[in-house]
C-alpha cells in the first residue's frame, strides 16, 4: 500500500540525491521485485515477504527501514534485528525496544500518518548526508550546508550539536506546515473545482492515468493505490499507473525516446473523458509535458502538480487543472504536493459518495 510507496521514494532519495555533489548511496526498496514477493508469498506467506528477502540480501553492516505496523514489515524489521543490523521504523506500534529507532505519528488518519512521515524521510536524507560530510569542516556554499549551517564551523561541541540539529528541525517542520497552509488557502477553490469536474468524469466510467519521474513516480503510484484500496466505505476508483511496467519503460526508452514513456501509454490505455494527472517537482520534465500534450489531445481531463511556481507546465495549454507550489525546495514540494494529492482524493469521493455503490466484498 501506500507504505510501499514510500519505501521506494525512500530508495531514490538515497540513490540519486537531489542535492548536487551529494554522494550516491546504496538504497534498495525490497517492494519493488513483483516477481520476489509474489513467489515467496505463495511459497512461505505474505507475512514472509520482507523477511524472506532481508534474509538472503543482508549484511550486519546494513540498514533495514520499516514504513508500516504490518506484519510483514514488523518480520522482515525482527530479521534484521536479529541479524545486527540497524533498525528503523516509521509507524505505530512495537514495544520500545524491537527497533533501535522509531518515528510515530499521533494521529488514526493514515494520510496524515503518510504526510508527516515523507517529510521525516526527507529530514532524515538531508541529516544523513550532513554527518556524512563531517560536520566541523569549513562551510560551503549551497547544498546541505545551506540547510543546517550550524554544524559547519570547526570547534563545534557534541551535545550543542545535537541540540542545535533539534531545534532546526522544529524550525523545519514548522515552515513546512506554514507552506502547506499557504498552499491549502490559496488553492481549496481551485481543488474543489477540480474535484467536482473529476467526480463528473468518474460518474461516466473514467479510468484515473497517474505518471511522474523518480520521487514523483512513486507519488504516482501513492494517488493510485489511494484511488484504487481506500478504506470502506469510500468507493474503489479505477487507477493505473504508468510508471509500474518495467518492461513498457525499458522498451520505449530503448527502442523510442524517454520523453515519450508516458505519451505513448496514454495513447494505449487514454480514452477521452479519463482523467490524466501528472506530478513533478519542477514542472519541466519534457515526458511529463508530452503526456500531457497526448492526454489533452485525447480529451481527457488534466491535472498538473509542480513546484516553482508551475514551471513549464504553468505556460502549457494542455493542463486543465494545474496546482503549484511556490518553493524550489524538491522535498518541500513533494510533501505539500502529498497533501494536495489526499484532499482531491477526500473531496472527489465526498463528491461521489452518496452515488456510488458500495464496493463488492474481498474475495475470500
Same mark, same amino acid.
Given at each position: 500500500?501506500?507504505?510501499?510507496t514510500?519505501?521506494?521514494?525512500? /530508495?531514490?532519495e ?8 551529494k554522494?550516491?548511496?546504496? %538504497? ?7 516477481a ?6 505463495a511459497r ?17 553492516q546494513?540498514?533495514?527501514l520499516?514504513?508500516?505496523?504490518? !506484519?510483514n ?13 540497524l ?9 520500545a525496544?524491537d527497533v533501535d529507532h ?5 494521529s ?5 500518518c ?6 521525516a524521510y526527507?529530514?532524515?536524507?538531508e541529516?544523513?548526508h ?6 566541523? %569542516?569549513?562551510?560551503? !556554499? ?8 550550524f554544524l559547519?564551523?570547526?570547534g563545534s ?5 545535537? %541540540? ?8 523545519k517542520?514548522a515552515?513546512i ?12 477553490? /481551485?481543488? /474543489?473545482?477540480c474535484?467536482r469536474?473529476t ?6 466510467d473514467a479510468?484515473?492515468?497517474?505518471f511522474?519521474?523518480?520521487?514523483s513516480?512513486?507519488?504516482a ?6 484511488f ?6 469510500a468507493?474503489?476508483?479505477?487507477a ?9 519503460l ?14 505513448r ?12 494527472i ?5 514542472g519541466?520534465?519534457r515526458?511529463?509535458?508530452?503526456g500531457l ?5 485525447l480529451g481527457?481531463l488534466?491535472?498538473g502538480l ?11 495549454s494542455?493542463?486543465?487543472?494545474l496546482?503549484?507550489v511556490?518553493s524550489?525546495?524538491?522535498h ?13 482524493? !477526500? /473531496?472527489i469521493?465526498?463528491?461521489?459518495s452518496? !452515488?456510488?455503490?458500495?464496493?463488492p466484498?474481498?474475495?475470500?
Open positions: 500500500g501506500a507504505g510501499t514510500d519505501a521506494q521514494h525512500v /530508495a531514490v538515497f540513490v540519486h540525491p537531489v542535492i548536487v555533489g554522494r550516491s548511496l546504496p %538504497a534498495l526498496s525490497l517492494a519493488s521485485d513483483a520476489t514477493m509474489l513467489g515467496t508469498a512461505l506467506g505474505f507475512d514472509e515477504v520482507f523477511a524472506h528477502q532481508v534474509h538472503v540480501l543482508s549484511r550486519p546494513d540498514i533495514a520499516g514504513l508500516s505496523d504490518d !506484519e514489515v514488523r518480520r522482515g524489521l525482527a530479521t534484521a534485528r536479529a541479524a545486527g543490523l533498525t528503523l521504523s516509521l509507524g505505530p506500534g512495537g514495544s525496544d522509531r518515528i510515530t505519528v499521533s488514526l488518519d493514515p494520510r496524515i503518510k504526510e508527516a512521515y515523507v517529510t526527507h529530514v532524515l536524507w541529516l544523513v550532513v554527518f556524512l560530510d563531517s560536520p566541523g %569542516a569549513p562551510a560551503g !556554499e549551497g547544498g546541505v550546508e545551506g540547510l543546517y549551517p559547519y564551523g570547526k561541541d557534541p551535545d550543542q550539536t545535537l %541540540a542545535a540539529t533539534a531545534e532546526s528541525i522544529r524550525q517542520l515552515e506546515l506554514e507552506l502547506r497552509a499557504a498552499v491549502g488557502r490559496e488553492q481549496a477553490s /481551485a481543488v /474543489a473545482d474535484a469536474e467526480a463528473d468524469r468518474f460518474r461516466s479510468t484515473l492515468l497517474a511522474g519521474n523518480g520521487g513516480s512513486t507519488d503510484q501513492d494517488v493510485v493505490q489511494t484504487m484500496n481506500p478504506e470502506p466505505p468507493p474503489a476508483l479505477p493505473l499507473g504508468l510508471t509500474n511496467d518495467v518492461a513498457v525499458t522498451a520505449l526508452s530503448n527502442d523510442v525516446s524517454f520523453d515519450v514513456v508516458f505519451a501509454q496514454l495513447a494505449a490505455f487514454g480514452r477521452p473523458g479519463d482523467v490524466a501528472a506530478l513533478s517537482t519542477s519541466g520534465s515526458n511529463v509535458l508530452a500534450d497526448a492526454a489533452k489531445r481527457m488534466t491535472i509542480a513546484g516553482y511556481g508551475g514551471g513549464r507546465m504553468a505556460e502549457s494542455a493542463v486543465d487543472h496546482f503549484a511556490p524550489s525546495s524538491v518541500r514540494v513533494q510533501e505539500v504536493q502529498t497533501t494536495v494529492t489526499h484532499v482531491l482524493w !477526500e /473531496a469521493t465526498h463528491e461521489l452518496a !452515488e456510488l455503490p458500495p464496493p466484498p474481498a474475495p475470500g
